[in-house]
């Protein structure tokens, strides 16, 4: 069969059967993998493909929406634009996935808020209140102290065993508040649980606050 050349458009040049440039559907299989974060696709779960040009001509690469409305939301936006799923798939509105992104970008910027709660990730940091070694896996609550530094006080990251953090927060060097602390440990310490935060709870103890 002879082919026509086609016509070139202001959007490129289209072959044979057009494919969308974007298509949003729910996962057919579990097959593909998340080109954003490595992980399997689940089947049913919806994902994007975003059309680019392969080594055998045009293919879809893949991505869970989610994953593609918080690293690429421009290519989400396209693909809201030209409505790229079948009429009968029910997708989160373009508002939804960017407040998902909002949120996502949010989170990784508190992560590091003072204080926080961990475990220690190795044995060789000391509780700076009491000088005491804390040990690896153990409870480790960083505070902030004001370090003065060229005329000018900064946030300093503070270890301190939880034991300790009741007498540490009346160290005039110490800048985080007694009030509220507990609601800003669950705030900044996002990785932990409700178990975790009742354990912290009772090794701190009161804080009179
Ligand atoms: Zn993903």
Redesign the pocket.
């Known amino acids: 069969m002879a082919e026509e050349p086609a016509p070139a458009t202001p959007e490129g040049t289209e072959q044979e059967a057009p494919q969308p440039s974007h298509k949003i559907e729910a996962s057919r299989s579990s097959r593909a993998r998340?080109r954003?974060?490595r992980?399997k696709?689940d089947k049913d779960v919806l994902r994007i493909g975003i059309l680019y040009e392969g080594p055998y001509g045009p293919s879809y690469g893949w991505?869970?929406l989610?994953?593609a409305a918080r690293a690429q939301f421009d290519e989400v936006e396209e693909a809201y634009r030209i409505e790229a799923w079948t009429l009968d798939l029910e997708v989160p509105t373009l508002e939804e996935l960017k407040e998902h992104k909002e949120k996502a970008e949010e989170r990784k910027a508190t992560k590091k808020e003072l204080p926080y709660a961990e475990r220690a990730k190795s044995n060789r940091s000391k509780c700076k209140h009491s000088g005491e070694p804390i040990d690896k896996d153990a409870w480790r609550i960083v505070l902030s102290r004001g370090v003065e530094f060229g005329g000018m006080t900064r946030n300093s990251p503070t270890n301190v065993l939880p034991q300790y953090v009741a007498a540490e927060l009346e160290n005039p060097e110490c800048l985080t508040e007694a009030e509220g602390f507990f609601d800003s440990l669950r705030e900044n310490s996002t990785d932990l649980t409700e178990d975790d935060f009742a354990e912290l709870e009772s090794l701190v103890g009161d804080l009179g606050a």
């Open positions: 998340c954003t974060c992980k696709i991505h869970h989610k994953c």
